[in-house]
């Protein structure tokens, strides 16, 4: 049967599929866990603390967790043993979870706004008129202004829950998490596109001869289990070439770094693609048993050359020669990083990221110990619980927020279109918003649009752990019990061992905070929507775990996590049928081609700064998570502030020495709230500065954070998007200092080729 391009992205996306081979049968789990290690009781320093596993959210990344209670305190978290990723290690932030549980600056009581939005006034309410009021306003607005006026901005764990309630209402304007617009929407499209599945960050870096990194901070971004993955990579000798305009703590490491011009990936991507293909570099028998489109994508990329990489990048020939020869030394090994946050440029993120996929498809580094690997499918129960479904007799709106962007349904509503309408009611009114696990203000690309349609809503409701400034903005806050107080959902991982654990309450929900199951199953009552029927999270979980023969008693039984058989790797022998369209992987692209997409990816050059101007980049520092762990004690401690990267010649020019304070200004006149501490470092481009994410709070119900350190999303006011589902960029801002109340201009050091089009400062 051939899917119509919705129903494919639905189906590749929900089941993050799995080759039919590779399935594990119902009812089958694969190896016992590994002899119940007896978890940690008895360890020297554990004093006989109750010991209970769960699943960190410090991060997505979810590590399996012990937290250790005394007294009915968790005194200590640790990693899970059993788990096959982390074992019994967390990082830093990990490790910080007590710190987030007993925050005192925590939410403690549903309340009510009393003062301006935005001001963080608020008065004490019960539980009962809370819900009561969100559930009127919900009900009110749906009337007066039809189903689709109901938008829900969403992220994290807890947040599927609500998004049940937004789809039961009628409204398609909720996200599948609004990451995907400003993170991982290009890589995930991309890879499913190529190859058929989800498999973005699926690099068995640990067994490869050859790592690839472009951006990918690793060290940095402190994923733990990939973190863990790529050192011993490198232990057993790996060689590493890493593609970043900053030395960045894995370039550090690097055998080949290249420091590229910002933005300009693709070409480099393009002209190594072609170099390959004419040089007989690449595996003919895989690509000939397993890809589609070869020819095709001979011809489309036969135009690149390195020389001119070598020019448009501004890097060295000999350097970009010898780190192309070097991957291709070690095909199939070789570990092409997919990259993770890819929401950079807006215009061309998606073409990188399939220039990445299909680099890794000619070196037939697929399902190979080194290369990509493709997800385990497991059959859990299918527990309709907390499902609701979407009325039958909704009237869909004319024009949809999604119409612009052919491959968005797959993603949800884009958050900058949802945005847009808010504020300006076309294609019509969006009057409600609901916010659960995001900080809109500091994620989403301009957040001056952002609190301008706050400003618009008719209500605005939020469901938070802390005060952060995106709730001060609300009407109504609803104190969500934190990860180490509540179940979740069942969590399978795909890894190359994979497992099946689950998030359950390690301490009872402190003050009136409540669980999201119970949140979501009163609001479902209140709206008279058909779901949230079973009792408890247990008989849900138990649902959900049943057809893998397991039950919450029994998981728990195993020490809270069972390992799964994996099949990473390929039988060579044996052809593969990919989920893709055409049952190959996908060189050239035919959904493309049928949107009048580019069905081979192209170069398109990404605006240079302007005359005087530098890019702003960001990126992670190891010991916080965005701007949730702002307010984190230790965190806090370990790291308050951050500092800006310039490049030392630059910095010599421009009378900036290391430690100076500075204002950041960008192009259209926003400055940084605070002064920043420079980093004068020849570990950087001239033409690029580098600004970690997520300090500068303004919120002052956060003690510890606020006004500490300066936002990098404050100076992000022009965003483009991407024109295959509608993601923001990021990186497409530029920015001089300002130093004792004076402008300065940052010295061109790097000439820009003529091939790229400088952005145009237009005076206002
Ligand atoms: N400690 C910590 N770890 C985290 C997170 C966290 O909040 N804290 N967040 C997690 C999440 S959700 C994500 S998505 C990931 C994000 O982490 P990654 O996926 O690693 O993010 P990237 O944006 O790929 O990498 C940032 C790097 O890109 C470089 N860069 C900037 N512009 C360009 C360019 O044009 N080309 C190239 N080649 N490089 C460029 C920057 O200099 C920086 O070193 O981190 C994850 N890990
Ligand atoms: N400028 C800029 N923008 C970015 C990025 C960047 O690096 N720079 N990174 C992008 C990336 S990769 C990502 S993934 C996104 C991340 O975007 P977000 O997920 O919005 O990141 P956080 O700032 O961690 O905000 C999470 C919010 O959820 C709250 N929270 C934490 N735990 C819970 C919980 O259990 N329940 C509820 N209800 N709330 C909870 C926190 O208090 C916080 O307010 O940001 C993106 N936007
Ligand atoms: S990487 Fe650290 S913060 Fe993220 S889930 Fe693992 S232990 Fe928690
Ligand atoms: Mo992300």
């Not at 009127?136 to 749906?142: A, D």
């Amino acid at each position: 049967m051939k899917l119509n391009r919705r129903q494919f992205l639905e189906s590749a996306g929900i089941a993050t599929a799995a080759l039919a081979a590779w399935k594990i049968p119902k009812g089958v789990l694969a190896s016992p866990a590994p002899a119940a290690s007896k978890v940690a009781t008895d360890l020297p320093g554990s004093l006989g603390a109750k010991e209970v596993p769960s699943v960190c959210e410090m991060c997505f990344w979810r590590c399996p967790i012990i937290g250790k209670v005394k007294n009915g305190r968790i005194v200590k978290i640790e990693g899970n043993p059993k788990s096959p990723t982390n074992g019994h290690r967390v990082c830093a932030r990990g490790n910080s979870g007590i710190q987030l549980i007993y925050d005192p600056d925590r939410l403690k009581y549903p309340m009510k706004r009393v003062g301006a939005r935005g001001e963080g006034k608020w008065a004490r309410i019960s539980w009962k008129e809370a819900l009561d009021e969100i559930a009127y306003n919900m009900e009110k607005t749906r009337k007066k202004y039809g189903p689709s006026s109901l938008a829900l901005f969403d992220h994290g764990a807890s947040a599927e829950f609500y998004r049940q309630i937004f789809k039961g209402m009628g409204t398609e304007n909720y996200t599948n998490e609004p990451a995907f617009f400003q993170c991982m929407g290009a890589v995930s499209l991309a890879y499913v596109m190529t190859y058929g599945y989800k498999i973005a960050e699926r690099v068995d870096m640990s067994h490869s001869k050859v790592m690839l990194f472009f951006g990918t901070h690793l060290g940095e971004n402190a994923h733990l289990a990939q973190v863990r993955e790529y050192v011993t990579g490198l232990q057993n000798g790996a060689k590493l070439i890493v593609v970043d305009p900053r030395f960045s703590a894995p370039a550090n490491k690097a055998d080949i770094w290249l420091p590229i011009r910002p933005g300009t990936d693709t070409a480099l991507l393009l002209a190594w693609i072609n170099y390959v293909i004419q040089n007989d570099l690449y595996d003919k028998e895989f690509v000939q048993m397993h890809c589609k489109g070869f020819n095709e994508l001979k011809e489309g990329v036969k135009g690149y050359s390195m020389e001119w990489a070598a020019r448009i990048c501004d890097l060295k020939l000999h350097d970009i020669k010898k780190a192309i020869d070097m991957l291709a030394a070690s095909r199939p090994h070789v570990a092409i990083h997919s990259g993770r946050h890819s929401a950079w440029y807006g215009r061309g993120d998606v073409q990188r990221h399939r220039c990445l996929a299909i680099l890794t498809a000619l070196f037939g580094a697929v399902a190979v110990p080194g290369g990509i690997y493709f997800p385990t499918s497991v059959d859990l129960g299918e527990s309709d619980c907390v499902e609701c479904e979407a009325p039958e007799d909704v009237e869909e709106p004319e024009t949809s927020l999604k119409d612009n962007y052919p491959f968005a349904s797959y993603f949800g509503s884009p958050t900058a279109e949802i945005i847009r309408a808010t504020r300006t009611g076309k294609p019509y009114p969006i009057k409600l918003w609901g916010i659960a696990g995001v900080n809109i203000i500091h994620t989403i690309s301009n957040p001056y649009e952002t609190m301008d349609a706050l400003r618009k809503l008719d209500f605005v409701f939020s469901i938070e752990i802390l005060p952060t400034e995106s709730a001060t903005w609300a009407d109504i806050v609803l104190p969500e019990a934190n990860y180490l107080e509540r179940y979740d959902k069942v969590y399978v991982n795909h890894d190359l061992t994979p497992y099946v654990t689950v998030r359950q309450p390690v301490v009872k929900p402190l003050f009136e905070a409540k669980s999201p199951f119970w949140i979501a199953r009163e609001m479902a009552k209140r709206l008279k929507l058909d779901c949230f029927h079973c009792k408890s999270e247990e008989e849900y979980l138990d649902e959900e775990l049943e057809d893998i023969d397991l039950s919450l008693a029994k998981l728990n039984k195993e020490g809270g996590l069972v390992r799964l058989k994996g099949h990473p790797y390929r039988d060579p022998n044996k052809p593969i049928k990919f989920s893709t369209d055409s049952g190959k992987i996908e060189l050239f692209s035919g959904s493309f081609d049928d949107e009048d997409m580019d069905p081979i990816p192209k170069f398109e050059p990404i605006l240079a700064p302007p005359k005087g101007y530098a890019r702003l980049v960001y990126g992670r520092v190891p010991t916080h998570t965005f701007s949730r762990t702002m307010n984190n004690l230790w965190l806090h401690n370990e790291c308050p502030e951050p500092m800006l990267w310039l490049n030392k010649e630059v910095a010599e020019k421009m009378g900036i020495k290391y430690g100076d304070r500075v204002v950041i200004v960008n192009q259209d006149g926003y400055r940084s709230a605070n002064l920043v501490k420079v980093k004068v470092t020849p570990g950087i481009r001239p033409d690029t500065v580098y600004l970690p994410h997520g300090f500068g709070s303004r919120s002052p119900l956060l003690t510890k954070a606020y006004k500490q350190g300066v936002s990098d999303q404050f100076l992000i006011t022009r965003y483009i998007l991407d024109p295959f589902f509608g993601g923001s960029s990021h990186r497409t801002d530029f920015v001089k200092l300002i130093k004792d109340g004076k402008t300065l201009d940052i010295p061109e050091l790097r000439p820009v080729p003529p091939e790229i089009p400088r952005f145009e400062i237009k005076k206002v």
